[in-house]
């Protein structure tokens, strides 16, 4: 999965949307895709957004292995605007069979009856969900219904400079394994860095920060859909991150003249970074220079914990051909059609059992973010997330800069975001 983090459908988008969700059917169209005599002929389209060169072979070949099993023909189509073109799509009626839905997405175009209902076709095929990452599968649920299965994942991993880090007179093993230990290795390493490099970097969003917000057991949305930010838990979870952004031991990217933490690392500004790991293919193919170590987030409260971006194959509600998209889903998330994807793009699979084939478990860079798996915060908190998310981003510099504390930050960012939930989708 080729993400940084790709930036989701606005509610205000998808406010136009007139749809809803196909009624019954699921079970008669589960019985036909149980049958492969059935699909023969068949075509479907599946809609995709553009990857790496890796990932478009990959996906040319899991395209071609589905047909020469089903006999059922895909076409592609290829978003360079996702968002903005699936929404006009499915408001147009031209939408794709298929097509990938972002977690952070998911909520909105659930309820908006866009996204066919996968249970009855999960019963019919007896298809087996405990090989999925439990993460990765209650990404796509709402109202106890699955909305999609999930192609792959990413999770948040510690990343070191060796170099740096051995030239200060540290290991990698000295970098604490706790949060709560992490400022005090700060301040010290911060004296043995050369000059104009800072201990660690942070981009200042609520995708990197969730799980900090919600470790103390209080989430950023109530029930209800409203924003929750300011709670004392809260405050207490991501006050250490303000006090180090002001020691000067933790910088962002802006701050050091680059626009994402990768590059600020890979430029060799940051010793260490908490981000994604897309950031390995960055950095080997933009800095191969930087040698590079990785390691669990340190845990908080003794518990480990990591954020978890993912993306589904999800079935559009209005499809004609439903029984053939649901068959594309089945064989593209099989042992089969995973490991083909996941070998050739070079991600991490959703299911545990070809993690293990792959021996991603062994993989220096890679095992960290594989563990992260099984416990990981998915990005994903209900139709209300993008704006709490935009109000979060909005407000935390001000905190990290001192022109507010953080408790008056959040205080303001969740006053805004609620007035806007309470008129957009309430």
Request: proline share 5%.
């Amino acid at each position: 999965m080729n993400m940084k983090l790709s930036k989701p459908l606005s509610v205000l988008m998808l406010s136009g949307l007139v749809l809803t969700a196909a009624c019954g059917g699921g079970e008669e169209e589960a019985q036909v895709a149980s049958d492969p005599s059935k699909l023969k002929g068949k075509e479907i389209t599946v809609g995709t957004w553009k990857g790496t060169d890796a990932e478009v072979k990959a996906f040319d070949e899991l395209l071609k292995n589905f047909t020469d099993e089903t006999g059922v023909k895909v076409k592609k189509k290829v978003y360079n605007d996702y968002q903005t073109q699936l929404q006009t799509d499915l408001v147009g009626g031209t939408a794709p069979d298929v097509f990938y839905v972002d977690a952070f997405l998911a909520p909105e175009l659930s309820k908006q009856g866009v996204l066919e209902p996968l249970d009855p076709y999960i019963k019919k095929a007896k298809k087996n969900l405990n090989d999925f990452y439990d993460p990765a599968i209650n990404a796509f649920k709402s109202d106890d219904k699955l909305f999609g299965l999930p192609k792959d994942y990413s999770t948040l991993g510690l990343y070191y400079n060796k170099k740096l880090i051995e030239d200060a007179g540290f290991t990698a093993d000295d970098i604490p394994t706790e949060m709560e230990k992490l400022p005090g290795f700060l301040k010290e390493l911060k004296g043995k860095l050369p000059s104009g490099v800072t201990p660690a970097i942070t981009t200042s969003e609520l995708a990197r920060h969730m799980f900090v917000l919600q470790s103390g057991g209080t989430d950023i949305v109530d029930k209800e859909g409203n924003a929750v930010l300011a709670k004392p838990d809260q405050i207490a979870a991501l006050q250490p991150l303000v006090d180090a952004y002001q020691d000067k031991l933790v910088q962002r990217p802006a701050d050091l003249g680059q626009g994402w933490a990768g590059d600020s690392f890979g430029a060799e500004k940051a010793a260490i970074m908490i981000e994604g790991n897309w950031a390995i293919s960055h950095i080997k193919q933009n800095f191969p220079k930087v040698e590079m170590g990785t390691k669990e987030v340190p845990t908080i409260g003794g518990k480990n914990k990591s954020m978890m971006f993912t993306v589904s194959y999800s079935l559009n509600s209005e499809s004609k051909e439903k029984s053939a998209g649901w068959a594309f889903i089945d064989y593209a998330t099989s042992k089969d059609g995973m490991k083909t994807w996941s070998e050739g793009a070079g991600v991490l699979p959703s299911l545990k059992s070809i993690a293990t084939d792959l021996k991603l478990q062994d993989d220096e860079l890679k095992a960290p973010f594989v563990a992260a798996g099984a416990y990981a915060t998915p990005w994903q908190k209900g139709d209300s997330l993008s704006i709490v998310a935009r109000e979060y981003n909005n407000l935390l510099p001000a905190a990290l800069k001192g022109d507010m504390t953080l408790e008056e930050a959040m205080k303001k960012a969740e006053k805004t975001a609620n007035k806007d939930i309470k008129t957009q989708l309430k």
